[in-house]
């Protein structure tokens, strides 16, 4: 079992700026430095989709949406991902969940809802 625990949305102007966090923990099994992490993001009506992903070996990709906009990193000490996200525009407007997986099941946390209005 793994359990992660997003942190960090809230309501922000465009333009403006927010980190998330995910905290994981796991039964014994689960090594969070070895594990690939991803943001996902689902907005009202819309398909979830995949924001960016990192390696065990830090390699991220990012959807061409955010792509020099956001930032996903990982602290391994604090088995933590986060995603930094700048110059934010309104149709980023979404739940954001992070994923894993472990055992060939994925996990995910319960999500974390960002706004981006005036």
């Known amino acids: 079992q793994v359990q992660l625990v997003e942190s960090g949305g809230g309501l922000v102007q465009p333009g403006g700026s927010l980190r998330l966090s995910c905290a994981a923990s796991?039964?014994?099994?689960?090594?969070?430095?070895?594990?690939?992490m991803a943001w996902y993001r689902q907005a009202p009506g819309k398909q979830r989709e995949l924001v960016a992903f990192i390696t065990s070996d830090r390699t991220t990709n990012y959807v061409d949406s955010v792509k020099g906009r956001f930032t996903i990193s990982r602290d391994n000490a604090k088995n933590t991902v986060y995603l930094q996200m700048n110059s934010l525009k309104p149709e980023d407007t979404a739940v954001y969940y992070c994923k894993t997986m472990f055992g060939a099941r994925d996990y995910w946390g319960q999500g974390t809802q960002v706004t981006v209005s005036s």
């Open positions: 796991g039964t014994s099994g689960f090594i969070f430095r070895l594990s690939v």
